[in-house]
């Protein structure tokens, strides 16, 4: 059943505008291995931070992405999304909806969509004023580095994009480490 629209850092992301969504500003990077993981950890030491296990289950939807994320086995949200799969900074348009009964949601999805991939990864969250930093180990996949840069209503997504671009130049993110797509796309293209 459908709780109060609030991610999984507990801001609220509902908006009573129907037809409007929240909005953030989204790069994802590949890094090289568990020790360039570690050394990010280390720079951002000193900023509030949490530790999650998450599971993504994706289902086939006629445009955008839904995917039900059980956090931790015990939370759950069902998150729909839309952005385009480009390198670099990408306007994310998204809503949250937190969920209790997440095995019988699952089972209910995926008895009427179907399951285009899974991801379980381990995510360590870092909160550097409204950027959100993700830290994670992706099964299969590895290590990498995503920021979600969540817009207020009076932001551009070129100041979003400019946050983003700053806090990659902090950490020492190149071009080079860029990544287009979700990372169910990356477990699909690994098989």
């Known amino acids: ?9 507990g801001e609220d992301s509902g908006n009573s505008n129907i037809g409007a969504m929240p909005q953030n500003i989204e790069i994802k990077a590949r890094l090289s291995d568990k020790q360039s993981l570690d050394n990010l950890a280390n720079k951002l030491a000193g900023l509030p ?3 999650l ?3 993504d289950t994706f289902f086939e939807i006629s445009h955008g992405r839904l995917k039900l994320r059980i956090i931790d086995q015990v939370h759950a949200e069902l998150i729909f999304y839309q952005r385009e799969d480009v390198s ?3 306007l994310s348009h998204y809503q949250i909806a ?4 997440p095995e019988a949601l699952k089972q209910v999805l995926s008895s009427a969509l179907p399951v285009t991939g899974v991801v379980r990864k381990h995510r360590t969250v870092f909160h550097s004023g409204q950027t959100r930093i993700h830290l994670d180990w992706v099964e299969t996949l590895g290590p990498f580095l995503e920021l979600e840069v969540v817009l207020r209503t009076d932001q551009s997504e070129q100041e979003g994009a400019k946050i983003a671009e700053e806090h990659l130049e902090r950490l020492g993110i190149g071009p080079h480490q860029l990544v287009t797509g979700a990372y169910v796309d990356l477990l699909r293209q690994s098989y």
């Open 1 to 9: 059943m459908a709780e109060k629209n609030q991610n999984s850092s």
């Open 49 to 51: 931070q949490e530790t």
């Open 53 to 55: 296990s998450q599971e």
């Open 88 to 90: 670099g900074p990408k």
């Open 98 to 101: 937190k969920i209790s009964g």
